[in-house]
């Protein structure tokens, strides 16, 4: 079955870096849609960067030029390389998988890694 699992988590100052992975098991992930979101306390979950199929990046206004999303089909794995953290980026980041199959999109979700930026 499908499965997600992150890790990288941790606790960083601001102006630090971190970086994120997600290990999938149980598809394809250069053959589907791959993001990280991000929720806060109090707040909604927000979309922080996706990559494509095809290899197209997108990513949130607040952290472009931060953040930076990549995978390695070798080891069907994804990363989010986190740079120059500010304490707005505090969140639980959950990696997500869209995969469509007979028309049918379904999202999975892993377990989510806590990152929290403070001095």
């Known amino acids: 079955q499908v499965q997600l699992v992150e890790s990288g988590g941790g606790l960083v100052q601001p102006g630090g870096s971190l970086r994120l992975t997600c290990a999938a098991s149980?598809?394809?992930?250069?053959?589907?849609?791959m993001a990280w979101y991000r929720q806060a306390p109090g707040k909604q979950r927000e979309l922080v960067a996706s990559?494509?199929?095809?290899?197209?990046?997108n990513y949130a206004d607040s952290v472009k030029g931060r953040f930076t999303i990549s995978r390695d089909s070798a080891k069907n794995t994804v990363y989010l390389q986190m740079n120059s953290l500010k304490p707005e980026d505090t969140a639980v980041y959950s990696c997500?998988?869209?995969?469509?199959?007979?028309?049918?999109?379904?999202?999975?979700w892993g377990q989510g890694t806590q990152v929290t930026v403070s001095s």
């Open positions: 990559i494509t199929s095809g290899g197209n990046v």
């Open positions: 997500n998988a869209r995969l469509i199959a007979v028309g049918v999109v379904r999202d999975y």
């Open positions: 149980g598809f394809t992930i250069s053959g589907d849609r």
